[in-house]
């Protein structure tokens, strides 16, 4: 089946770096899905992108959408300690209904 | 803003035991899923639900799940007979058509 390749797997940063991770695939996708997740909380979505080359931002983080429809980068900047978490790309995965995550790239954020 | 909402927040079991979890979809959705993320492991596909019914499954969605929509609000997921393994959060999810899809807060299970 499709799968989702996420790099880093964990990051380690200062307050007030900015952070750059990206989602791969072999597959295409028709959307991708950025969600932040904290401990023991369900996945909240970031940003939507929709198609090829789509760039959108929403405050500090900004997202694009690869135009091999193949992967997607997100880019947080300045980041702060609640940045902490687990960040997940999704697909939709074309001609079906289901969005596929990725494994996750999980960020500290050190004072 | 609209949420997905979904209960119990946690649920113990007894191996064998049946369980049901629930959820209320955002009310002018149309696709439904439930997905299930085993402690420290990524998010996973368990089903999805359109126009009533199952319009995609996992290979983990065997003949022990089944889901539901009983009512224009609820959409459930059933476990027939639990096992260790299935201990997991359990999150269900729901969209209005193409793009966007919003999580529940989830289910913790603990199968004992």
């Known amino acids: 089946g499709q799968q989702l390749n996420q790099s880093p797997q964990s990051m380690f940063i200062q307050e007030g770096e900015d952070v750059s991770m990206n989602c791969t695939s072999s597959?295409?996708?028709?959307?991708w899905l950025w969600y932040k997740q904290d401990p023991g909380e369900g996945p909240v979505l970031l940003i939507a992108?929709?198609?090829?080359?789509e760039l959108t931002s929403n405050g500090r983080l900004t997202a694009q959408f690869g135009i091999t429809r193949k992967d997607s980068f997100l880019n947080i900047s300045a980041s702060i300690p609640s940045d902490v978490g687990i960040y997940f790309c999704?697909?939709?995965?074309?001609?079906?209904?289901?969005?596929?995550f990725g494994p996750g790239t999980r960020l500290s954020v050190l004072p | 803003e609209p949420e997905v909402t979904q209960t119990p927040s946690h649920q113990v079991t007894q191996m064998g035991q049946e369980v049901i979890l629930r959820c209320v979809p955002i009310?002018?959705?149309?696709?439904f899923y439930w997905y299930r993320q085993i402690l420290g492991q990524k998010v996973e596909f368990l089903v999805s639900f359109y126009n009533n019914e199952i319009s995609e499954k996992s290979e983990i969605f065997d003949d022990q799940f089944s889901v539901e929509r009983p009512d224009g609000s609820n959409f459930t997921l059933k476990i027939r007979s639990t096992k260790l393994e299935d201990s997991a959060m359990y999150f269900c999810a729901s969209r209005a058509g193409g793009g966007k899809a919003f999580f529940g807060q989830g289910t913790r299970l603990t199968v004992v």
């Open positions: 992108l929709y198609k090829a080359g």
């Open positions: 009310s002018n959705h149309l696709y």
């Open positions: 597959s295409i996708f028709n959307t």
């Open positions: 999704a697909g939709d995965t074309p001609y079906g209904q289901n969005f596929v």
